[in-house]
């Protein structure tokens, strides 16, 4: 039977099985008390995270910019209410919101706001100088509620407090609405369940029976919970955003169950040859766990490359990844040697009846034709291949990065219904006013604000400029800048720079004003120029490190540079469909993912870091097969042939099982998540299909034995890596006829290595 990742290394004395042999026997043999180990781990972790674990938000600061000055001189200056959250009361009223019974009643909703919730401003449109919160038309009007800064508990404590008087409020013939985004109704859930139930599915074909499919989920499932639990304590020292955990739950899913997959592979394959369980198990880990470590290494290692973007939310996510894939990857090293140890030689007990019709040698066959198929006329397929990923990158030369927005949420979401209303009665850009913040303390200041305030009303794209807010000193002031369009419009963005360059700059520097433009808008326009001018660098970095990892793994030039130009492809696919879903709104209905609007600013740099990782895992596992039989042979054809059919039946299941986990969480309404849901899945769906099945072979063929050359000076300075274990001797090696009865049972200790 021809077995995925046989190892290639020098040869090693049968007294002296390597590390990963010795792990797998002590996991093995000490099998209960690693599982209880587990348990203990699991419940312990969940434990602490909900009695003591911290709280996930949306916030983020982004030193240096002018956001955050603006956002720091309203905090110093006396407006703190100003730098906490806002939220926003709107009323609809067909027959007026002046009428006695709306005005009696909104006005006394907002005076119990006043009176019981702690550190609250409220300005009513009934209040004198109110009248510019009543729509033109007299039948939407809002009130802002300023909640000062505050503790993530106390915020808690505050939009309970808010939403519940709200509810409790009836307006006869009139609809209320709560805008704001600490009022975000949460989204339902079901992706996660939906995927790992697609998984199991999968698994029950991939192998043809209920317990090999049972260990990768078991093991999944481990790595999640004892992932959510480590993020959830370090949520106390960093803020982590909302969908921490869910993202959390989506990669410990994916390769939670992909690790697994090539781990019970190797033991099946093992225990087919004949040898005991014990043995089966030692030569898995020391094969495919080899290759299970490098690519949750790398995974972690790329993922970690966020901390160089220098911003905490990229750094808390980074943390969270790494944690969710870190314990995955210790599960799968560990806990599911154990579980194997209690399985034994029962693996495929409980098989399905498709599996008595199954060969495996008829699946590498079909492989190993397609193969030939593609490297028989291999120029036709490359440039095909090329062509479509090129044709999918298209979109990204348009890509915007920013955040979605009330707009983007589902109708169902009153902080949804308040957008539209507001949107209605006072203009798209009502829903995303700029913060002008102003220094402002010499005896011509006022002068001086009163004619930038004139300039501004004059400029493009400004609907609206309130009068200036004073402080009690009189040094400071405060107003909002409405522009003609939504938040997320790509005007709006114009808007913010032509402001701060031509509008703004010419005056502070004939004056002493010092102005900062901020506010939520601008400060989401200021991340996305951050995330932008840096993505370039980060992603050079991780694909220089991905060039060296794979230089050093399989000592060639070529192999690593086709690897990274194709991991650019399909991460550049990837983004392009992302581009043509969330920002042109193509298929956004039939996905249920809103209103069309920019790219996360910080989806790219995640979905960049993940799937470099990700991708490594199937380039490792198809090359190391490749070069070990080119090794061996000297036929390039040949080692390709046989490479991809030993292969590509593990790498497809696999690949399957991320593309539905990672689809699933495009039903879990959180835009966020839809966003990078797709975008995993489209990225592993291309890698594992068009890169990994047609240009991999199509490319090694025209390339022949050039794919394998590296310079001799190069190759002294190259460090020695074995990705699975060296080759060894024989084993000893009991026949299927006469295997022991106990199923856990297992010989005197033998050495293992690939048949």
Known sequence: MNQPNSPVAPPTSPTTPSAFARLARVCFQRR?????????????????????????????????????????????????????????????????????????????????????????????????????????????????????????????????????????????????????????????????????????????????????????????????????????????????????????????????????????????????????????????????????????????????????????????????????????????????????????????????????????????????????????????????????????????????????????????????????????????????????????????????????????QQTDGVAAVTPPMWNEAGDAAVLQVVPTTAPQDEGTSELVHRLRDDVIAPHTATSELVVHVGGAQAAVIDYADFVGDRLPMFMAVVLSLSFLLLLVVFRSILVPLKAVIMNLLSIGAAYGVLVAVFQWGWGADLLGVGEPGPVEAWAPMMLFAIVFGLSMDYEVFLLSRIKEEYDRTGDNADSVAHGLASTARVITAAAAIMVVVFAGFVLSGDRALQLFGLGLATAVFVDATIVRMILVPATMELLGDRNWWLPNWVDRLLPTVHVEGGVRPPEVRTPPEAAPADPTASAEPVTVGSP
Do not use: C
């Open 32 to 456: 209960r008390v690693v599982v209880a180990a587990w348990l203990a781990l699991l419940v312990g972790l969940i434990a602490i995270g909900s009695a003591a674990g911290g709280t996930f938000h949306d916030e983020f600061e982004l030193p240096g910019s002018e956001s955050q000055a603006a956002l720091d001189l309203l905090e110093a200056s006396g407006f703190p209410e100003r730098a906490g959250a806002q939220a926003i009361l709107v009323v609809d009223a067909p027959d007026g919101v002046s009428s006695p019974e709306v005005h009696d009643a909104f006005d006394g909703l907002l005076n119990q706001i006043r009176d019981d919730v702690d550190d609250v401003i409220v300005a009513s449109p009934y209040d004198t100088g109110g009248s510019y919160q009543i729509s033109p038309n007299g039948k939407i009007a809002y009130a802002e509620i300023s909640l000062s800064t505050r503790s993530a508990a106390d915020y808690t404590v505050a939009v309970d407090q808010i939403r519940d008087l709200t509810d409790a409020t009836t307006i006869a013939g009139a609809q209320l609405e709560i805008g704001g985004d600490r009022f975000v109704e949460p989204a339902e859930g079901g992706g996660e369940m939906i995927g790992l139930i697609a998984a199991i599915v999968i698994l029950l074909i991939a192998f043809g029976s209920v317990l090999a499919m049972g260990l990768p989920i078991v093991t999944a499932l481990f790595g999640i919970g004892t992932g959510v639990g480590v993020v959830t304590i370090l949520a106390n020292v960093f803020t982590m955003p909302s969908f921490t955990l869910q993202l959390v739950g989506m990669l410990a899913i994916g390769v939670g169950i992909d690790y697994a997959l090539f781990i019970v592979t190797r033991y099946r394959e093992a225990l087919a040859a004949g040898l005991t369980p014990l043995a089966s198990v030692e030569q898995a880990i020391d094969t495919a766990g080899r290759a299970v470590l490098l690519a949750g290494t790398t995974v972690v290692i790329s993922v970690m490359g966020l901390f160089l973007i220098g911003l905490d939310v990229n750094r808390a996510l980074a943390l969270a990844a790494a944690s969710g894939v870190l314990m995955t990857m210790l599960a799968s090293l560990t806990l599911l040697p154990a579980m194997l140890g209690f399985v034994g030689g029962n693996i495929d007990r409980l098989g399905l009846p498709h599996r008595r019709n199954r060969s495996d040698n008829h699946d590498n066959a079909m492989w190993a034709r397609w193969s030939r198929f593609i490297q028989r006329r291999p120029l036709l397929p490359a440039i095909a291949g090329f062509v479509l990923l090129l044709t999918l990158t298209v979109p990204v030369a348009s890509m915007r990065l920013g955040f979605g927005d009330a707009g983007n949420r589902p109708t169902t979401d009153t902080t949804r219904r308040a957008y539209d209303l507001l949107a209605d009665g006072f203009g798209p850009g009502f829903n995303g006013p700029l913060i002008l913040a102003v220094d402002a303390s010499t005896p011509t200041a006022k002068a001086d604000l009163d004619q930038l305030v004139e300039a501004m």
